[in-house]
């Protein structure tokens, strides 16, 4: 990879108004909800729910629109003896340090300024993998599409299928299904979503005593042991990995 | 006049001296080295003092109104061969002992102290360990159980005994005492007018105190932890529970305080925190539940269909997944003035209480009570939209089950 080229983008997005606002809306959120809020265990619940929604869509949205605002940035150096695959790199990782700068300015900083707890720990750790994941899946979008309307209509599906409609299907197979021992199967399906990985692994904080419940053991069970941990993180990896494995494979064949 | 009072002292100094009777000393190098010897040379009114060693005797019959005095807690071994004491006469009273190593049996209930048929006995600042029955009371009155410090080591539900077992028993005073490792740390059946005062009930099997046909009893200020499924009150009226603490209760059968067919009684200044179910309720009606704390519990309240006229007032709700549940669809409970820390109303006439009635409960918990595994959706964006959709406008869930007037600001009490 090249670190000229990824100093540059950095310092590039970092100069970007929409970086700064990003990060200022977010700590406004979470400090009204620290102070509105009594308890340190509710703000973070609260403030789980806001990432869970903010993050994967701004990351998709802005990422794909930078990508295709980026288009001549990236021909000029294409034009210049570098490697395409350095470029991208340099590229995706330059927008999410940027974006998970802003989030832990943001959102880390109230946290922590009213103490890190442990759950506050893992909701900056969920945050930051989030921002990773789908700056990831915008660059996959954008590669797809080589006109800018379909890459974020895309994008947007995406967004929505990952928060709303695989949640909904989930729940359709809990509630028809529930006459079979479907509790395995479900693990397995939750963990092929990165926002439900993310949320399970803090209900696993804040929320124990109701997991503790008849099924909600087994799930506490599995994803509370280092074995379900260590298999969430690495879902959680691959819905980094693949997408960037895909998107550099187009990426290298694209025509620009 | 004078005469009076001087046949009365006459007469106290008489009674005294019957009622204080000799000393009866045991050690291995006093005259009596064994208790059961000094138990059969003592008459009424006798001390029997032991002092610290180690004793290896069973099957202490108590049939005199005697004093058994431990110095420094002597320790009885019962080598896990039979009981300790029976205690069969009234007045009877037991300090300051340590007794050991009560063995399981399935034949009768062996206990380290038991009291058959006798009133006003103490028993106080003894230490029982391993044992299957601590202590144990069987058509006793008036008896009062201070401070004793019980400890057992129960394996399985079948095998292991209670801690302290009260049967068919009244005016009973339990102050004071730890009892961990038993099936149930106490247990009643068929008590009245026991007051139950400070106690300690963890680590036990099943539940940390059981009552079944146990009707007006008080219990005040005793502490339930981490014991296997709670608190159970069971088939009782006249209850009065106050200022105690459920904590800790954590598995699929395991609740803070279990209610069933439960009548007019009072849940009064009690902390719930951290437990799986707080309070579950079935078919128990006419309870007050009052100025209570229910802090992190999976459920805070879960209110079977068949309970009806309960009065929940004045209580706390923080930080539960879910405030109230239920599995019917009618409501029959009375909620007013409680603080739901999940209330988003307003209050604009600023009296301290909502203007918005709250609607504790979600449509989403009556799913996980139908289908459990939905659990996993817990705060995902749906299960949200779903409730907020049904509270708009709500077709499923109980449509009077509403807090009227629900409080602003976590409530003080004194």
């Known amino acids: 990879m090249d670190k000229k080229i990824f100093k540059y983008i950095l310092f590039d997005l970092l100069r970007n108004k929409f970086i700064l606002i990003y990060s200022i809306i977010l700590m406004v959120m979470s400090f009204s909800i620290i102070y509105i809020g009594h308890d340190s265990s509710k703000a973070v619940i609260t403030i789980l729910n806001l990432i869970l929604f903010i993050i994967p869509l701004i990351c998709l949205i802005f990422g794909t629109i930078h990508f295709y605002n980026s288009r001549e940035f990236i021909q000029f150096l294409l034009t210049q003896p ?95 299904f529930n006459d079979y021992p479907i509790d395995r199967f479900i693990i397995i399906l939750t963990s092929l979503n990165p926002i439900d990985l993310g949320r399970i692994l803090m ?54 | 006049m004078t005469a009076k009072i001087s046949y009365i002292f006459l007469f106290l100094i008489f009674f005294y001296d019957v009622a204080s009777g000799r000393d009866i000393i045991v050690c291995k190098n006093c005259e009596t080295v064994s208790i059961k010897d000094a138990i059969r040379q003592s008459i009424d009114g006798d001390r029997i003092i032991i002092k610290k060693d180690i004793y290896n005797e069973n099957n202490l019959v108590i049939d005199k109104q005697i004093e058994i005095i431990g110095e420094d807690h002597p320790v009885i071994d019962l080598e896990y061969k039979y009981q300790g004491f029976l205690i069969q006469k009234d007045h009877v009273k037991i300090t300051g002992l340590e007794i050991r190593n009560i063995s399981v049996n399935y034949m009768e209930d ?26 144990y009371l069987a058509k006793a009155n008036f008896c009062l159980i201070k401070n004793n410090k019980i400890s057992g080591q129960a394996k399985t539900e079948t095998s292991s005994g209670n801690g302290v077992h009260l049967w068919k028993c009244t005016n009973i005073n339990l102050e004071y005492n730890e009892a961990e490792g038993h099936r149930d740390g106490f247990y009643f059946e068929f008590v009245t007018k026991g007051t139950m005062t400070g106690n300690y009930s963890h680590n036990n099997l099943r539940y940390g105190l059981h009552f079944m046909f146990s009707d007006s009893n008080v219990y005040r200020d005793n502490l339930f932890r981490e014991n296997g499924a ?77 309970c009806m006229d309960n009065k929940f007032t ?67 964006f749906i299960v949200e939209l779903i409730d907020v959709t049904e509270k708009a406008m709500p077709v499923i869930i109980p449509e009077t089950l509403i807090d009227e007037s629900p409080e602003m600001n976590k409530i003080k009490f004194n």
């Not at chain 1, 509370?224 to 064949?253: D, H």
């Not at chain 2, 006419?286 to 068949?306: D, H, M, P, R, Y």
């Not at chain 2, 989403?364 to 996993?376: C, F, T």
Request: net charge neutral; charged share 15%; with cysteine.
């Open chain 2, 110 to 135: 062996l206990s380290a102290i038991k009291i058959d048929n006798s009133d006003h006995c103490v028993i106080e600042n003894n230490i029982l360990k391993d044992t299957f029955f601590a202590i």
């Open chain 1, 82 to 176: 570098v490697n395409r695959k350095n470029i991208f790199r340099a590229e995706y990782l330059a927008l999410s340090v940027s974006l998970s700068l802003g989030f832990l300015i943001g959102v880390g900083f109230p946290v922590m300024l009213y103490g890190l707890s442990l759950s506050g720990l893992y909701l900056i750790v969920t945050g930051i993998s989030l921002t990773f994941i789908f700056t990831a899946l915008a660059f996959l979008s954008s590669v797809l599409n080589k006109d800018k309307v379909k890459g974020i209509g895309l994008s947007i599906i995406i967004w929505l299928y990952l928060t709303i409609i695989f949640d909904g299907l989930v729940f359709l197979v809990i509630y028809f």
């Open chain 2, 230 to 306: 709670g608190v159970a009150v069971m088939y009782s009226r006249n209850i009065e529970m106050t200022d105690n603490k459920f904590e800790d209760n954590w598995g699929p059968a395991s609740y803070g305080l279990l209610l069933k067919d439960i009548t007019r009684s009072l849940v009064k200044g009690n902390l719930f925190y951290k437990n799986t179910t707080g309070i579950y309720m079935e078919g128990s009606d006419q309870i007050n539940v009052e100025n209570n704390e229910f802090n992190s519990n999976g459920w805070a309240t879960k209110i079977l269909g068949n």
């Open chain 2, 314 to 380: 004045q209580n706390n709700y923080l930080n539960n997944t879910f405030d109230v549940s239920s599995n019917s669809s009618k409501n029959a409970n009375f909620y007013s003035g409680n603080y739901w820390d999940k209330y988003d109303g307003y209050d604009l006439d600023k009296n301290g209480t909502g203007d918005v009635p709250y609607r504790p409960v979600s449509l989403y918990s009556m799913i996980v009570d139908k289908v459990p595994e939905s659990i996993i959706l817990l705060r995902s």
């Open chain 1, 203 to 256: 209900l696993l904080q804040v929320d124990v005593s109701a997991l503790m419940g008849f099924t909600g053991a087994t799930f506490q069970k599995f994803f509370g042991s280092i074995l379900g941990k260590a298999v969430s993180i690495l879902f959680m990896l691959l819905w980094i990995i693949l997408p960037l494995f895909i998107s550099v494979r187009i990426f290298k064949k694209t025509n620009f």
